[in-house]
């Protein structure tokens, strides 16, 4: 059976949920709502996601460990913003088998409680530090909102989740700087689009001093928070006694850093980069780079097959993950369905490149078909690093230059800015004077979300405060963030 | 600071809980009982102990998949010998954010009830199996016992668990072999000797037709059971209706087996291979294959240092994880840090190694030094490479003499296997009629538990039951099962 996919410009959200069926990435129906199961495939895509993100962890001297899942309610409390930030959606646990509990469990929503009690064991002196630790493991959100997947779930399974103690505030803030790098490192090398901005006073992370954020824009216009980034000061050290030697004998609290990136990030690269025929996944993280089609003609079917295998073995010693479909269906059909799991390149070997001592390759992003001769097989594995380097090129350039274009835009005047901000247009920069009182009118009037102050200013804006007219710093506003 | 190691084979406990403590394998200080960190190089341990276990099930054609953590109460009941076996030790979660939930969710403590409602949803014909799934997650049971890190935990944190599904009993029986295969590779891959019995009817898993465990015996002689397979028939095919079209056309209900292994396996490791001096990593799942200390004598240290890099570069590009130790402290001090982690082989490089072009390796297990020429290159990575597998081999062949000679004993007598087991001396063989009764009335006379019948029999047993004194079947007991 086959499915029309829903057009993806034009119906992104029904797109985006068909997609995720039908190219057997996740599996929603579970019982509870928002969580789904990822299948084969998609965890794989996952699992190349999260390679990606300790890729870039690891190079700058990050270490992997893995904390508890449960915290006792005095430790959540600790902090006083941070329990005020995250009470309305934690999970409780009571009892354990039949019997109550003495302390309440906490389902970690994120885990500065959880971490931090250990940091303070750990930290003696400024010699213990830096301290820069992730984990990349489920947290969870009573979301009463309605759930999505990969985008809005109760259970979020891919929280990759960095913590870092410094003794010095500004080494905290060189870490701040460090984050942003492995940060951009990472959705570059899964060619999401982004803006960067620092939040507004009002909208940052419960416990921080400030908070940066990563924004791409979905196609339906929709902003989505893909990446955090919080300069925690002393505020959890100090609640937590991180208390440390300084380098001259005195004593001060540890300066923190977090940041986070979730499996929005899986739902950021199906977003950024599918078409009408499915999805197309870069070739850093796709789960196979080329799939093989032998096509079948009576009386040839053995040379096909041994042709293909011959290239399937050849890939694959080359360390190409590659696939030998050879189901017993028509051809037209694994086109159908290797377009839809987005497989970069599709082989087709027929009895007429056999003969001509050909392999025919299929470039799933322009659809483009080519031959190359099948030897000598170093140049054929290069031939196929050459176009898996170009598909992945190409699809960053093509999500950045639409998310440039269409989605990041200037306003100068109000009508201007709800106009663009009604039609879903993406991230809107207006001019704002940075007070407060005047961000909560400007978002009624412009039924629209304050994100922050850009951080790598994109647009240069001159002009005065929409609500008050007063001297403007740049802010950027979008309609409806997911 | 250096800490005195408890002696391994006298007080295994102690050693093993400082251990764990001391080589940074995980930090059990967090304020609820039973759960753990794993710290840096812990961590990298258990990655390369769960790559073992995807290796073994991927190249098997199981599919690695991830299922939600919560479940809903009245899922979780489904199965009636399933929560009777579950109900003491679950924990449950009552409260979403401040209000009650409607419908009470458990934390897995294993997954049937999760994943057997999507195998329902999946499960149409006899085409749609086998289903042969497995994911690697946190489960938590509400342990009232004493709880010891990786051994007895209230969050397990390395819970791989797989589940199959298949269209006749005989495919399901099939698949228990399979899995016999597939956990003997990976615990040989571990240098893990073990037995496998089948559990004695009043001992099988909570829902199963029967069930096998792996047993080791770790230094003090106390059993561990490292895995489980379950034979599940149609239990909770049944209870999920896991209903599918048969090949003549017939329904039938699905047969499924599963099977698990824990972080009990990083703690078997570390039992069966550690010394007084500290752990002995097999290099298949070493973090570390190789560390490299430099050997400073005044003056010489340029050419030293050199040498050091120049053979660091060497194993690194040739794909081997080696670590150059340039730390400013003494050599000694690092060769005893690198002792307690196990690391393979320490290469010492100083002043005169340099000067007759050699390196001087030393062999963390049986401690021999011997000097080999830096070049040609490729020579020296070959004879790394060689030290590694002898190490490996003979880790293997040390674990698996131990056990055999110590820890496997036959009994023909009441008195001779109540001697054996008041001595904590691993597993002792008993007849017994295989009557259940009986079962407990040996129990209860040798003080020990019985584990069940040997699956591939070490021990050639005759004689009569011991209680009962009819025909015996082989038995297996042990004093103190962990």
Request: hydrophobic share 35%; proline share 5%; charged share 30%.
């Amino acid at each position: 059976m086959t499915v029309e996919l829903p057009s993806k410009e034009e119906n992104f959200s029904e797109w985006f949920s068909t997609i995720i069926d039908v190219a057997e990435i996740a599996d929603f129906r579970y019982p509870i709502k928002g969580c789904g199961i990822w299948l084969a495939y998609g965890f794989k895509l996952r699992q190349n996601v999260c390679k990606t993100m300790r890729k870039f962890h690891d190079e700058t001297g990050h270490d992997e460990m893995l904390f508890p899942m449960l915290i006792p309610e005095d430790l959540l409390r600790k902090e006083s913003d941070h329990i005020k930030g995250f009470e309305d959606e934690v999970y409780w646990i009571t009892h354990g088998g039949l019997s109550p509990l003495d302390v309440k469990l906490a389902l970690r929503p994120t885990s500065e409680t959880v971490m931090y009690p250990m940091y303070a064991l750990w930290i003696r002196s400024h010699a213990d530090m830096p301290i820069k630790a992730y984990q990349i493991v489920s947290i969870f959100r009573y979301e009463t909102k309605a759930t999505k997947p990969l985008i809005r779930v109760r259970e979020v399974t891919t929280f990759k989740e960095a913590h870092t103690a410094h003794s010095t505030f500004e080494e905290a803030e060189e870490q701040v700087k460090e984050a942003i790098s492995v940060y951009k490192n990472i959705f570059d090398s899964l060619g999401i689009p982004y803006l960067i901005s620092r939040r507004p006073e009002w909208d940052k992370f419960a416990g921080s001093e400030y908070s940066l954020a990563f924004e791409t824009v979905v196609p339906d216009g929709r902003t989505l928070q893909i990446g955090t980034i919080h300069q925690l000061g002393q505020n959890f050290s100090k609640a937590f006694n991180m208390e440390f030697e300084t380098k001259d004998g005195g004593r001060d609290f540890a300066y923190q850093t977090c940041y986070g990136i979730s499996e929005r990030s899986v739902a950021a690269v199906i977003a950024a980069h599918g078409d009408d025929q499915g999805l197309i996944l870069p070739p850093n993280v796709a789960p196979l780079k080329v799939v093989i089609v032998p096509i079948w003609y009576k009386g040839k079917e053995e040379e096909v097959n041994e042709a293909c295998e011959k290239v399937y073995n050849i890939l694959k010693e080359s360390g190409i993950t590659v696939k030998l479909d050879d189901r017993d269906i028509t051809a037209g059909r694994k086109f159908y369905d290797w377009e839809l799991k987005g497989v970069p390149i599709r082989i087709e070997i027929g009895p007429k490149d056999v003969e001509s001592g050909v392999v025919t390759f299929v470039n799933r992003l322009t659809k483009k078909k080519e031959t190359y001769p099948l030897t000598p097989t170093e140049k054929l594995v290069d031939k196929i690093k050459e176009i898996l380097n170009e598909i992945q090129d190409d699809l960053y350039k093509n999500a950045h230059r639409k998310f440039e274009e269409k989605f990041l835009h200037k306003a100068n005047s109000l009508d201007e800015a709800q106009e663009l901000l009604e039609g879903r247009n993406g991230i809107v920069m207006v001019p704002w004077c940075g007070d407060d009182e005047c961000g909560f009118q400007l978002e009624d009037k412009l039924g629209g979300t304050i994100l922050g102050i850009p951080v790598e200013e994109k647009v240069t804006l001159e002009g005065e405060c929409l609500t008050c007219g007063r001297e403007a710093i740049t802010f950027v506003a979008t309609s409806r963030p997911y």
